[in-house]
């Protein structure tokens, strides 16, 4: 039977979840390998060094740079509070004062009679990395970080704004076809985590950020909703930094898009149940892909993978037009080459639609949706 691999999205209700947890620079892991970690745990930890600030000392107190040197008042190496005295000089039988004080609370690190600069290194800022998922340290990697591993739900959506975030997930609607409205959101949903059916409107969006809202998950939004609540257009880099203060997460894509049956029901399964949530997405080379992730302790095993193979009932999605974001089923998968409007001649599969329509679209315009 004639096959290829496609990426997709994984909705699973139980899988092996792994995450790497790196300090973007070396520091110190705090936890050992094999221990049990909360999502607020702290694994690992650095310093970033402070900004170096230059004060032009020489020039403040109005002498040349050779001439720097006898009025200091600190050494290389000490550490100086903001105002306090660095250098002075006195003129006309001391009658006359030149001070030069620091900007910055720091150490001094260079002392320049060439440039007469006084160079100052302001305190270090401290990185902390934590867990974010509940479950144990499965591998520590020394000075760098930890990989953390769970065993749970895993939802991934196709695009997604803020970065991570936890809290208990509550259902905002009660059918995948019912949108999110700005009269769903109340004050109560603070630090949870919505999960809604086919669209947010940008009032219910706003809202939900003043209220505190954790995240929400839902099939789509209409993107001018969501330019204007950035405010600035999307780009193509990576998201997941956004200050927003919650993190949203699109299943389907952008528009009104019924949330699919199953991760809508998944979704309900898992109300109540704490979620730790990414909205990071980079769609070039190096997918990262936004994500639900809900500890399950005493799940079963995972049923077996198809491996990311299409194979006639491969469950897809269609993510080119004209049938964009349509859940389907592949009914067939054609061996020869077909010639498509471009010119090009390509695979295609015959993907039967939830409406029970047979469509035929390139094997390239569709992504398996995983178990």
Known sequence: MASAY??????SPFTVIRRTRRLPLKGEVVVA?????TPERVVARTNIPGVLRTVRAAERLGVDPDELPPTLQVEQGAAVTAGQLLAESRSFFG???SECRAPVDGVVEIISGVTGHVSIREKPNPIEVRAYL?????EVMEGEGVVVETHGALIQGIFGVGGERQGPIRMAVRDPDQPITE???????AGQVLAGGSNLSGAALRKAAEVGVAGIVVGAIIDQDLVDFLGYD???????????????ILTEGFGRIRMAERTFRLLQSLEGAQASLNGATQIRAGVIRP?????RAAAEAA????GGSLDIGTPIRIIREPYFGKLATVAALPPELVEIPTGAAVRVLEARLASGETVVVPRANVEIIEE
């Open 95 to 97: 009658m006359f004062k």
């Open 291 to 295: 994500e639900v992730i809900v500890p």
């Open 134 to 138: 509940a479950g144990r340290i499965a």
């Open 6 to 11: 496609t990426p997709g999205l994984k909705v």
């Open 183 to 189: 009269e769903a959101i109340t004050p109560d949903m």
């Open 303 to 306: 049923p077996p993978s198809n």
């Open 33 to 37: 390998e094999g221990e049990t970690v």
């Open 234 to 248: 999307i780009g193509v880099a990576i998201t997941g930094h956004e200050a927003i203060g919650l993190t949203l």
